[in-house]
């Protein structure tokens, strides 16, 4: 089976977040899985990039199987993002592609290097070396067709809280896990029991790759399920990097995996939409302990008292 590659490169206006925007179009008319490059992330000091070339546009890729539906889903995508410039001024050029069944894996791969999370964590694909300095924690992710390679700004802030956050000991919980990426985080930071639950299966296979890539104990895994599900028993610490609105819906029912203790992190959040996350943090029980903004995106953290 062959793909359509579809890439939309663009120019931001302010500081509206274009990547999910153009994401968001991607969605609504059934493309789910997408890359995001975003040339401004540094690779790692030192990494030798061969014959890469680092991508000098910001772009949105997705791809589409070539079945006779494809043009109709091409145009439908191009009317959206028409509609999209005209209200927000973002500008968007669209160039296809086809992608021979054979060429997927590297068609996206080319994009993906070793990059510094933080300080100490570096996330470097499966297929790349790189010899870690003292002090850095290595972690090796196989995306696959699942969000989450560590270059996003949301990713980041979260693993940056969770080095913080996490001691020897902690129990974790993690909504929404995508590749699996926190999950590991939290591992290597000290936790010594998580679940990653998310209902996409896709996801929670690449995640469970992902555990066993780096070596992660069999107290850590993931599950096809929700939040809702997970009743009787309380985390330590529990992360969701995911949309503003799921985090306001999640946190009516968090009280099912907290004790008065826990921590709670979460990310994926406008900085617009940070009254609301906040409010609504008040009003389930949450008291606001600290929140950190990159670029458009806050990650907020928060203790459970009173829950």
Not at 247 to 267: F, N, P, T, Y
Not at 292 to 303: G, Q
């Amino acid at each position: 089976m062959a793909w359509l590659e579809i890439r939309v490169t663009y120019e931001a206006k302010g500081d509206l977040p274009a990547d999910e925007l153009l994401a968001d179009a991607f969605s609504a008319v059934g493309i789910g899985s997408v890359s995001v490059t975003l040339p401004d992330v540094e690779p790692v000091e030192g990494w030798d990039p061969g014959g890469y070339t680092q991508d000098t546009d910001y772009a949105v890729t997705g791809y589409v199987d070539v079945d006779g539906r494809e043009e109709g889903t091409l145009k439908a995508l191009e009317e959206r993002l028409i509609d999209l410039s005209s209200r927000s001024g973002i500008v968007c050029k669209v160039t296809t592609a086809m992608i021979p069944d054979t060429d997927w894996n590297e068609s996206w791969k080319a994009n993906f290097k070793p990059v510094h999370l933080t300080e100490t964590f570096v996330v470097k694909p499966t297929w790349e070396e790189y010899t870690p300095v003292e002090g850095e924690l290595v972690i090796a992710i196989d995306p696959g067709m699942a969000f989450g390679t560590g270059t996003h700004p949301t990713t980041r802030l979260c693993v940056e809280m969770i080095e913080k956050h996490t001691a020897e000991g902690t129990t974790v919980l993690d909504v929404g896990t995508g590749s699996g990426i926190l999950l590991v985080a939290a591992a290597l930071s000290g936790a010594k029991e998580g679940l990653g639950v998310d209902n996409d299966p896709v996801a929670v296979e690449t995640a469970a790759e992902n555990l066993a890539l780096n070596g992660i104990p069999a107290s850590f895994s993931v599950e096809c399920a929700d939040l809702i599900s997970q009743t009787g028993k309380a985390y330590d610490l529990v992360v969701a990097n995911i949309l503003a609105e799921v985090v306001v819906e999640l946190l009516g029912d968090i009280h099912r995996v907290v004790h008065k203790d826990s921590l709670v992190i979460l990310s994926g959040i406008l900085v617009e939409k940070g009254p609301m996350v906040e409010q609504r943090l008040s009003e389930t029980g949450f008291a606001l302990l600290e929140s950190h903004a990159e670029e458009s995106w806050l990650v907020m953290v928060a203790k459970a008292d009173g829950v």
